[in-house]
């Protein structure tokens, strides 16, 4: 707290000079005066010292005025600070009496409130101990409550769920007995049709062979055809209904075979393209079951095709077996159908729960798979829709058909050593039946080298004497025997009843001889020629005149 | 007429000839068309086809070749035309002096039934 400098406070130069100049003056009129008086001859020393002196002594008077002064202003100061130190110490006692007085008061403020917030808070606690109790009580009594309405429904709930448990399972009792029934009936119903319809295929197929007109052939292929798919639909119902396979084949089924077999059964075989040169066979326990597996999965892909698309199948060998792909270029299965399909031709899906009406095809295939070893998968095709890849097993081959597809009777097979049955096909085929009326005889003593005696159509009584007459074939023969004869009779006279058939067919009629003395009438009572292979060797379709020559 | 084991080939006739079941109207073919093969089986071929090209390397007629394949005349024309489309036999007609009067026929049958 130091007082600004007044402006009196420091000496000023102007004062200072005020004190010198008199001085100054004074002092040169001295010096000056004395200079005067003085003999000429000591002026100038005295001059000179007289100066001296005279400036010195202005300088001391200057000096001592100018210390004068600044001691008069530091006294001066000192009172002043002094003053200022006092002033202070004394407001520094009002500040601490002033803030002890508001500490107490503050103190005083706290204590009234905080007994005034506790005597708040006991209330407050009072209260809520209070409603507490009070809350916890009636809880307590609306617990009892509906514990009590609880047990009570709960005794009611678990007597009325036994009864309804009861109930069910006499429900199901029943529903187990008659799904048994159910099923049992229409497998049994299905095995019936599965006959009708073979039986009916039969019949169709010696109609066809009976028939030579060609309207009329069209009309039986028609129905043939029908009954066919007619067939497929008993032995699908057969197949999910666990009754027995249709049909069983006494030998094995070439692939072509298989292949047209299943064709044969669906409604657009047309479109069908077969790519196949296997010449494997399916064992004939087992071939039925394939046949009808790719019969579905043929169905399905020319189902779910464009009508003009056609569906390709292509059969390939592998080291496994033999897989037969379907392609078709319809629509193409999306990823949830693909994995529904997948596990419906797994077989996983054991019940018939998951049948649909018209959706019984992949749950036969399931249940076919499953029964021969076949696997079934899926995959988008390169055609555009979906293909199907069927892996029939090893173990269900049997290698080359033994049988060139044009059917022989299987039947009285005569001895065949040392033929391996691997070049069988290729021998059948190579080496034609000799045919009656080109050179008969020339051929037969031609085939009669190879040594094999080989059973041919309409050479099944010769054969047969032959091997009971242990005859070799390769004998030459000069006249043939007599067996022979009759055999080419028979053969000769079904050559023209099918010319005379179509070529002179009103000619019949005036052929009194022969129709009394021999044949049947056509329709009446056609031979049966699985009965009647071993001594009637023509053709169905012809009169039966051989038998009746003596 | 029908029992077990009769129809023992699961090959229904239509899927022999993806289900026509005429010859058209120019067929070459009757019963007594020869007929001989141009050329050799191929592999993949139906194998009534091959059947067929094996057995008219001689000269073969019609009813015959029906009769060794134990197929309907019929169908057997139909598979033939096919192959002569393609040029894979061909039809030669008998001459017509080559048949035989229906009485001699008959005599021969007799004939033949006496052996």
């Known amino acids: 707290m130091t007082a600004p400098a007044r402006p009196g406070d420091r000496p000023a130069l102007r004062t200072l000079a005020a004190v010198t100049l008199p001085c100054a003056v004074v002092s040169a009129l001295v010096v000056g005066g004395a200079v005067a008086a003085a003999p000429s001859s000591v002026r100038a020393p005295l001059g000179l010292g007289a100066s001296a002196a005279a400036i010195l002594l202005c300088a001391a008077v200057t000096v001592a005025v100018h210390a004068v002064r600044t001691a008069r202003l530091t ?13 202070l110490a004394q407001e520094r006692a009002r500040l601490v009496e002033q803030s002890r007085q508001e500490q107490e008061r503050l103190r005083e403020d706290a204590g009234r409130e905080r007994a005034r917030l506790m005597a708040e808070l006991g209330r407050e606690q009072a209260r809520l101990t209070e409603e507490f109790e009070r809350e916890r009580a009636r809880l307590a009594e609306e617990f009892d409550r509906d514990r009590a309405i609880l047990a009570d429904q709960r005794a009611q709930e678990t007597a009325r769920l036994t009864e309804e448990a009861a109930r069910l399972r006499a429900q199901l009792d029943r529903a ?169 031709v797994s077989g996983d899906v054991a019940g018939l729960g998951g049948l649909t009406g018209t959706r019984l095809g992949l749950a036969v295939v399931g249940r076919l798979s499953v029964k021969y070893g076949l696997k079934v998968s899926f995959r988008p095709s390169a055609r555009g829709g979906t293909g199907v890849l069927m892996l029939i097993p090893q173990d269900i081959l049997t290698g080359p058909a033994p049988v060139a597809s044009p059917p022989r009777p299987a ?87 099918a010319v005379r058939a179509t070529g002179s067919g009103p000619n019949d009629p005036q052929d009194p001889a022969t129709d009394a003395g021999a044949a049947p009438p056509a329709g009446g009572a056609a031979p049966a020629p699985a009965e009647t292979a071993l001594d009637h060797p023509s053709h169905s379709h012809a009169h039966p005149e051989g038998d009746t020559t003596p | 007429m029908s029992r077990p084991g009769r129809d023992d080939a699961p090959d229904r006739l239509y899927t022999l000839t993806g289900g026509r079941s005429r010859s058209g109207p120019d067929s070459p073919f009757d019963l007594v068309t020869l007929v001989v093969a141009e050329c050799e089986p191929t592999p993949g071929m139906q194998s009534e086809h091959v059947a067929i090209l094996r057995m008219t390397q001689a000269p073969t007629a019609v009813v015959e070749i029906a009769a060794e394949l134990r197929l309907p005349v019929s169908i057997t024309r139909i598979l033939l035309s096919d192959l002569h489309a393609a040029g894979r036999v061909s039809a030669r007609h008998p001459r017509k002096a080559a048949v035989p009067d229906p009485d001699i026929l008959e005599q021969v049958l007799v004939g033949l039934r006496n052996l």
């Open chain 1, 75 to 87: 006294r001066r100061r000192l009172e002043a600070a002094e003053a200022g130190a006092g002033h």
């Open chain 1, 411 to 497: 039947p009285a097979d005569p001895p065949r050593p040392a033929e391996p049955p691997a070049t069988a096909h290729a021998t059948a085929v190579e080496d034609p039946a000799p045919l009656p009326g080109h050179g008969t005889a020339d051929r037969e003593t031609a085939e009669a080298p190879a040594g094999l005696p080989k059973r041919r159509r309409g050479r099944t009584l010769a054969a047969a004497e032959r091997a009971r007459a242990g005859a070799r074939p390769a004998e030459p023969r000069a006249t043939p025997p007599a067996d022979d004869a009759k055999v080419r009779a028979a053969r000769f006279s079904s050559f023209r009843q």
């Open chain 1, 176 to 344: 187990t007995r008659e799904r048994a029934a159910a099923v049992s009936a229409t497998a049994n119903a299905a095995g019936r049709m599965q006959a009708l319809a073979t039986g009916m295929l039969a019949d169709l197929r010696a109609m066809e062979e009976r028939h030579s007109d060609e309207e009329v052939l069209a009309d039986l292929l028609h129905l043939d055809h029908r009954t066919a798919q007619a067939g497929r639909l008993a032995d699908s119902v057969a197949v999910l209904t666990g009754a027995r396979s249709g049909r069983r084949w006494a030998r094995p089924i070439g692939m072509e075979s298989i292949l047209r077999g299943a064709m044969g059964r669906i409604a657009g075989y047309q479109r069908v393209r077969v790519h196949s040169a296997s010449d494997t066979a399916v064992a004939g326990h087992a071939a039925e079951g394939v046949m009808h597996a790719l019969a579905e999965l043929l169905d399905n892909a020319a189902n779910f095709s464009p009508p003009t698309a056609e569906v390709h199948v292509y059969v390939e060998e592998v080291p496994s077996g033999v897989i037969v792909s379907v392609e078709d270029s319809g629509l193409v299965m999306g990823e949830v159908q693909l994995r529904r399909a997948q596990q419906a």
